[in-house]
């Protein structure tokens, strides 16, 4: 049974008509090919396919697009502000946070959403509020480093007022980033 | 560049080259594709273990709206396997299943949810057969031929019996002061990358296919295509498209590769099948079970007078890489002490549960965590400090072992001293509170296998490189990067020897059709081997550069170097830029490319069996772990890891300790709760919530050591690192275990249950243990007998000796 809905995603608007069974995760990677937002096993056991709904880490394979209409969603593509990437994506870049980077786009927006709450987080807070999110590659120890080292430097510069402390996602302006960080198109076997 | 030239990438830690792409959701993996009029694949499992096939009717699924073709096994007839000893899979099963999933039908339909739907209306009419679910059953005589499993193989259900004999074992047992025995079980377990298996085909109006494929081994897939579909091999292009993790779990040529292939070709448009997790883990080639027996002698130091080793591998349905598997639980426990004289038994069983295959480590982890527990028995028998009892045995560098391998930079004392100084081990083993122990082990892997899997003279990797008069320089390899860091590696290579950044260098990989020959991402072999190919590429067109400018600017081309994007003299800095250098050498030159090549140096000792093993340079870990053991729960808990790696040379710091780090998480998930459990066949927990795994919470806390041997083969003397740092973990948590509380868990995982069954024992007054009581007797066949490359042989033998055969 096709249903038409309106979804806020990444702070655009979509209209799109789906069966009203698919999952908000399906939703994304098919219908608006979002596919930044992974799975892994599409019973709610990963953590791979986190999104945020209303600024809450949720499981997006567990979640029917229809029930939630009217929330607005942010995914692995909205955390970055045009080009210039959230300062967590920055880190997991300088740190080696993703290895084979499945599970990062999760791993970061569940990251995200803890630096809303919590600005300078512990150790034992980042572990226990990403505890949900599996890696297989990294054994976590990067990872943690760099929500670290990204909260401090956001906070730091909040500290110095050098950004609105209201700013809901933070970002690094895109100058600031040295070149060796710089996504380069076409590096890849073509696909 | 000359040896004494310094370093100006290799050896900085930096960004993996696709850091931002995948943290900003850019990466495209195999699922990620779309592609226009894409059709969904899905495949039909057996329900049963083992039965022959009596028919198939599909005409239902056929007539479901939305279903564009169904094939089934007769599609396509022509086996496969990746090793050529053990082709004995078709793509979907003709008239034989042999475990639940084994897949004999697939649909192509307008969507997934058609496409399920259309596999549920496949009618398949099974004879079941008996069924044979573990090594002892394995074992067993088969009433009639046609109730084996396969017909190939040693005997009845025994797909590979080994047996090989190294100098005088029972003599030097007879000899020796002390001789002790063992008896380990290691459960077999699942790779659990993140990203599920993923394949999409499309088969152009041309004629021409092409697979992007979550692949380790695009290469492999590349052959077995062309077989199996019985295309010209230059008709189809394979793709790896970066891997969501490996491990080991994506080296095999896969069911749904093949049927997304024939389906587009039955259809004229692209298909896509993606597994499920639950698929997953019964496509699975994960860790085998290994059940293992082995005796050591010592003489009064307590040094290795021999070893005898017998292992029993539960290899699942298919031959997969089990030959090998089989190989290598028996090779390397070598490479690590001195072990004059040798015996290895090894027997690979077929039943009816998934394949086993490679799992990081691929066979030897099993025998590390056997003997390294064994030997820290012996060494509190002995009253031996487990550390100093180690160290007095270790092999020597450039060096040969009993069984033929050729041991070439090892820094597994400087690893140990390391390890035993920062953990502080000789004050806490033995004299922590009860609840807390210590434990240490040590492991050994390969830096790619010395031979390739099937039979050639031809090089293991090849790197292209193409100069573009912007200073631009793009390296092509075949090489795939499932989050190792190998592009990154291939970057930076390339940038040391041009004197460029390796952001100047542009990467084209994984592509059967454009970049030339990498065998693949497994045996840890794309640093060592596409580092030596990259490396002389660079060196060819460094030479033309330099003689470009040395002619333009009337100087001695020795003396130039390149470096800081420029050609200059290596004193005078006199010289021009990069680019400026490509412009003068292309006119004098032609089009600037060039090729490097690495094929491994002859390394097979004489006898059959001897092309596993041998590897050009092997990599040596050392693991400390403090542990707490709560003696009224059972659990155990690391709480902190002290890892000590010889990775010859780290090309990248920061991706080293990135390795050694995933490799203590994966061997703590094994050694403390991850196991492919069966019953009948079924597997009792294909999820993600049942079959457990560590968390963030589970994770301790790694003090990492990387220790630079500087092999003389390995480019800039670099060696692996993506598996050796799991190798000593087992055996270290199981000795700190026995330290904390007193009691041997000789069985992985070592789970709260087990644990507590030890104690209890304990408390009863017998032996604190948990593991197998012993391991059955069979016939072995006669034994090969080889003459043994004694350890301390001088080099100039045992060249002579690595050269007689090339083969078995």
């Given at each position: 049974m096709k249903e038409r809905l309106q979804l806020s995603v990444n702070d655009e608007d979509y209209d799109v008509v789906v069966d009203g069974s698919k999952t908000l995760l399906e939703v994304l990677r098919e219908d608006l090919r979002l596919t930044g937002t992974k799975h892994g096993c599409e019973l709610g056991e990963c953590g791979t396919c986190t999104v945020l709904v209303d600024g809450e880490p949720v499981l997006s394979c567990l979640l029917l697009a229809?029930?939630?209409?009217?929330?607005?969603?942010r995914t692995i593509e909205g955390l970055a502000a045009g080009s210039a990437p959230h300062e967590l994506q920055i880190t997991f870049g300088e740190l080696g946070a993703s290895q084979c980077g499945y599970c990062s786009p999760g791993m970061l927006v569940s990251a995200a959403a803890l630096l809303e709450r919590s600005p300078r987080p512990e150790g034992q807070e980042i572990r226990e509020f990403l505890s949900g999110n599996l890696c297989r590659c990294t054994g976590y120890l990067k990872i943690l480093e760099a929500i670290e080292l990204a909260a401090n430097r956001v906070a730091d510069r909040r500290e110095a007022g050098e950004l609105d402390p209201e700013h809901r996602m933070p970002q690094r302006p895109a100058a600031e980033h040295g070149p060796d960080l710089v996504p380069v198109e076409g590096k890849r076997g073509s696909a | 560049m000359s040896a004494d030239d310094p370093l100006y990438v290799i050896g900085t830690p930096a960004a993996k080259d696709d850091g931002l792409t995948k943290s900003t959701g850019q990466e495209i993996y195999a699922d990620d594709i779309d592609l226009p009029k894409m059709l969904y694949g899905k495949m039909l499992g057996a329900t049963v273990p083992h039965a022959r096939i009596i028919s198939i009717d599909t005409s239902r699924a056929e007539a479901l709206p939305?279903?564009?073709?169904?094939?089934?096994?007769?599609?396509?007839?022509?086996?496969?396997?990746?090793?050529?000893?053990?082709?004995?899979?078709?793509?979907?099963e003709i008239d034989r299943v042999r475990f639940v999933g084994d897949p004999v039908a697939a649909v192509a339909a307008i969507?997934?949810?058609?496409a399920e739907a259309a596999v549920r209306l496949i009618d398949v009419e099974y004879e079941e057969l008996p069924g044979t679910f573990d090594i002892d059953e394995g074992l067993r005589p088969v009433d009639e031929e046609e109730n084996r499993i396969h017909d190939y193989g040693a005997r009845d259900n025994v797909h590979k019996l080994v047996n090989l004999h190294f100098g005088d074992v029972d003599t030097a047992f007879a000899d020796s002061d002390s001789v002790h025995e063992g008896v380990y079980f290691y459960s077999g377990n699942n790779h659990l990358a993140m990203e599920e298996h993923a394949a999409v085909a499309q088969y152009a109006a041309s004629g021409r296919l092409t697979l992007w494929s979550s692949t380790q081994t695009p290469h492999y897939v590349h052959k077995a295509m062309s077989k199996v579909l019985d295309l010209p091999a230059s008709r189809i292009r394979v793709v790896a498209t970066p891997n969501g993790g490996g491990f080991g779990g994506k080296s095999d040529p896969f069911p749904h590769e093949f049927c997304a292939a024939k389906l587009s070709m039955n259809t004229g448009r692209p298909v896509k099948i993606t597994l499920t997790r639950e698929e997953v883990f019964y496509m699975h080639r994960g860790r085998h079970p290994v059940l293992m027996w082995l005796r050591t002698g010592h003489d009064a130091a307590g040094a290795i007078t021999a070893l005898d080793f017998k292992s029993y591998v539960d290899g699942g349905a298919y031959g997969s890489y089990g030959v090998a598997s089989t190989y290598y639980t028996g090779a390397l426990q070598t490479v690590t002490y001195k072990i004059p004289h040798y015996r290895f038994r090894g027997v690979r069983?077929?039943?009816?549960?998934?394949?086993?295959?490679?799992k990081r480590g691929h066979g030897t982890p099993q025998a590390r965590y056997a003997l390294e527990v064994h030997l820290d028995k012996v060494a509190e028998k002995l009253d031996l400090n487990p550390v100093t009892m180690r160290r007095s045995m270790l092999v020597d560098e450039y060096t040969m072992t009993a069984n033929h391998m050729r041991i070439t930079s090892c820094g597994l004392d400087s690893c140990l001293e390391k390890i035993a100084t920062a953990s502080d081990f000789a004050n806490l083993r033995g004299q922590l509170p009860y609840g807390k122990g210590i434990g240490v082990a040590v492991g050994s892997y390969l830096s790619g296998s010395g031979l390739p899997i099937y039979w050639n003279k031809m090089p293991h990797t090849s790197v292209d490189l193409k100069v573009d008069r912007g200073g631009g320089v793009c390296a092509k390899c075949m090489e795939i990067d499932i989050g190792q860091g190998s592009n990154s590696v291939l970057a930076m290579t390339v940038a040391e020897v041009l004197g460029l950044t390796p952001e100047d260098v542009q990467l084209v990989v994984a592509d059967t059709d454009t970049t030339p020959i990498d065998l693949g991402s497994y045996s840890s072999r794309v640093t060592f081997m596409m580092g030596n190919a990259a490396k002389e590429a660079g060196e060819k067109i460094s030479a033309m550069l330099v003689a470009a400018v040395a002619a333009k600017l009337d100087l001695d081309a020795a003396s130039r170097v390149l470096r800081h994007r420029r050609v200059e003299g290596r004193t005078s800095g006199e010289g021009m830029s990069f680019a400026d250098a490509v412009l003068l050498a292309e006119a004098m030159f032609g089009q600037l490319t060039a090729t490097g090549s690495y094929t491994p140096p002859r390394l097979a000792g004489p006898y059959k069996g001897s092309g596993v093993g041998p590897s050009p340079a092997?990599?040596?870990?050392?693991?400390?772990?403090?542990?707490?053991?709560?003696?009224?729960?059972?659990?155990?808990t690391p709480e902190r890891v002290w890892m000590a790696h010889d990775v010859g040379r780290a090309v990248n710091p920061m991706l080293v300790e990135g390795q050694v780090e995933g490799g203590i998480y994966m061997a703590l998930g094994e050694i403390l709760m991850e196991e492919q459990v069966f019953r009948k066949g079924m597997h009792k927990i294909p999820s993600m919530l049942e079959y457990k795994s560590p968390t963030f919470l589970e994770m301790p806390p790694v003090e990492t050591f990387i220790v630079e041997s500087i092999d003389g083969e390995g480019p800039f003397g670099a060696k692996e690192v993506g598996q050796g740092p799991l190798l000593p973990m087992p055996p270290a948590v199981a000795n700190a275990v026995y330290d904390a509380v007193g009691v041997r868990i000789d069985e992985l995982p070592i789970t709260p249950?087990?644990?507590?069954?030890?104690?209890?024992?304990l408390a009863k007054g017998r032996p604190g243990r948990y593991g197998p009581a012993g391991v059955p007797d069979i016939d072995w066949g006669e034994p090969i007998d080889v003459d043994?490359?004694?350890?301390?042989?001088?080099?100039?033998?045992?060249v002579a000796t690595t050269r007689r055969a090339e083969t078995d």
């Amino acid at each position: 049974m096709k249903e038409r809905l309106q979804l806020s995603v990444n702070d655009e608007d979509y209209d799109v008509v789906v069966d009203g069974s698919k999952t908000l995760l399906e939703v994304l990677r098919e219908d608006l090919r979002l596919t930044g937002t992974k799975h892994g096993c599409e019973l709610g056991e990963c953590g791979t396919c986190t999104v945020l709904v209303d600024g809450e880490p949720v499981l997006s394979c567990l979640l029917l697009a229809l029930d939630i209409a009217d929330a607005s969603i942010r995914t692995i593509e909205g955390l970055a502000a045009g080009s210039a990437p959230h300062e967590l994506q920055i880190t997991f870049g300088e740190l080696g946070a993703s290895q084979c980077g499945y599970c990062s786009p999760g791993m970061l927006v569940s990251a995200a959403a803890l630096l809303e709450r919590s600005p300078r987080p512990e150790g034992q807070e980042i572990r226990e509020f990403l505890s949900g999110n599996l890696c297989r590659c990294t054994g976590y120890l990067k990872i943690l480093e760099a929500i670290e080292l990204a909260a401090n430097r956001v906070a730091d510069r909040r500290e110095a007022g050098e950004l609105d402390p209201e700013h809901r996602m933070p970002q690094r302006p895109a100058a600031e980033h040295g070149p060796d960080l710089v996504p380069v198109e076409g590096k890849r076997g073509s696909a | 560049m000359s040896a004494d030239d310094p370093l100006y990438v290799i050896g900085t830690p930096a960004a993996k080259d696709d850091g931002l792409t995948k943290s900003t959701g850019q990466e495209i993996y195999a699922d990620d594709i779309d592609l226009p009029k894409m059709l969904y694949g899905k495949m039909l499992g057996a329900t049963v273990p083992h039965a022959r096939i009596i028919s198939i009717d599909t005409s239902r699924a056929e007539a479901l709206p939305g279903v564009k073709a169904v094939v089934i096994g007769s599609d396509m007839p022509r086996k496969y396997g990746i090793l050529p000893v053990s082709e004995d899979e078709y793509p979907l099963e003709i008239d034989r299943v042999r475990f639940v999933g084994d897949p004999v039908a697939a649909v192509a339909a307008i969507d997934e949810a058609t496409a399920e739907a259309a596999v549920r209306l496949i009618d398949v009419e099974y004879e079941e057969l008996p069924g044979t679910f573990d090594i002892d059953e394995g074992l067993r005589p088969v009433d009639e031929e046609e109730n084996r499993i396969h017909d190939y193989g040693a005997r009845d259900n025994v797909h590979k019996l080994v047996n090989l004999h190294f100098g005088d074992v029972d003599t030097a047992f007879a000899d020796s002061d002390s001789v002790h025995e063992g008896v380990y079980f290691y459960s077999g377990n699942n790779h659990l990358a993140m990203e599920e298996h993923a394949a999409v085909a499309q088969y152009a109006a041309s004629g021409r296919l092409t697979l992007w494929s979550s692949t380790q081994t695009p290469h492999y897939v590349h052959k077995a295509m062309s077989k199996v579909l019985d295309l010209p091999a230059s008709r189809i292009r394979v793709v790896a498209t970066p891997n969501g993790g490996g491990f080991g779990g994506k080296s095999d040529p896969f069911p749904h590769e093949f049927c997304a292939a024939k389906l587009s070709m039955n259809t004229g448009r692209p298909v896509k099948i993606t597994l499920t997790r639950e698929e997953v883990f019964y496509m699975h080639r994960g860790r085998h079970p290994v059940l293992m027996w082995l005796r050591t002698g010592h003489d009064a130091a307590g040094a290795i007078t021999a070893l005898d080793f017998k292992s029993y591998v539960d290899g699942g349905a298919y031959g997969s890489y089990g030959v090998a598997s089989t190989y290598y639980t028996g090779a390397l426990q070598t490479v690590t002490y001195k072990i004059p004289h040798y015996r290895f038994r090894g027997v690979r069983v077929f039943t009816n549960k998934p394949a086993c295959g490679p799992k990081r480590g691929h066979g030897t982890p099993q025998a590390r965590y056997a003997l390294e527990v064994h030997l820290d028995k012996v060494a509190e028998k002995l009253d031996l400090n487990p550390v100093t009892m180690r160290r007095s045995m270790l092999v020597d560098e450039y060096t040969m072992t009993a069984n033929h391998m050729r041991i070439t930079s090892c820094g597994l004392d400087s690893c140990l001293e390391k390890i035993a100084t920062a953990s502080d081990f000789a004050n806490l083993r033995g004299q922590l509170p009860y609840g807390k122990g210590i434990g240490v082990a040590v492991g050994s892997y390969l830096s790619g296998s010395g031979l390739p899997i099937y039979w050639n003279k031809m090089p293991h990797t090849s790197v292209d490189l193409k100069v573009d008069r912007g200073g631009g320089v793009c390296a092509k390899c075949m090489e795939i990067d499932i989050g190792q860091g190998s592009n990154s590696v291939l970057a930076m290579t390339v940038a040391e020897v041009l004197g460029l950044t390796p952001e100047d260098v542009q990467l084209v990989v994984a592509d059967t059709d454009t970049t030339p020959i990498d065998l693949g991402s497994y045996s840890s072999r794309v640093t060592f081997m596409m580092g030596n190919a990259a490396k002389e590429a660079g060196e060819k067109i460094s030479a033309m550069l330099v003689a470009a400018v040395a002619a333009k600017l009337d100087l001695d081309a020795a003396s130039r170097v390149l470096r800081h994007r420029r050609v200059e003299g290596r004193t005078s800095g006199e010289g021009m830029s990069f680019a400026d250098a490509v412009l003068l050498a292309e006119a004098m030159f032609g089009q600037l490319t060039a090729t490097g090549s690495y094929t491994p140096p002859r390394l097979a000792g004489p006898y059959k069996g001897s092309g596993v093993g041998p590897s050009p340079a092997y990599s040596y870990s050392v693991a400390a772990v403090l542990v707490d053991v709560d003696h009224e729960t059972g659990i155990v808990t690391p709480e902190r890891v002290w890892m000590a790696h010889d990775v010859g040379r780290a090309v990248n710091p920061m991706l080293v300790e990135g390795q050694v780090e995933g490799g203590i998480y994966m061997a703590l998930g094994e050694i403390l709760m991850e196991e492919q459990v069966f019953r009948k066949g079924m597997h009792k927990i294909p999820s993600m919530l049942e079959y457990k795994s560590p968390t963030f919470l589970e994770m301790p806390p790694v003090e990492t050591f990387i220790v630079e041997s500087i092999d003389g083969e390995g480019p800039f003397g670099a060696k692996e690192v993506g598996q050796g740092p799991l190798l000593p973990m087992p055996p270290a948590v199981a000795n700190a275990v026995y330290d904390a509380v007193g009691v041997r868990i000789d069985e992985l995982p070592i789970t709260p249950e087990k644990v507590m069954a030890a104690l209890a024992e304990l408390a009863k007054g017998r032996p604190g243990r948990y593991g197998p009581a012993g391991v059955p007797d069979i016939d072995w066949g006669e034994p090969i007998d080889v003459d043994p490359v004694w350890y301390d042989q001088p080099p100039e033998q045992w060249v002579a000796t690595t050269r007689r055969a090339e083969t078995d």
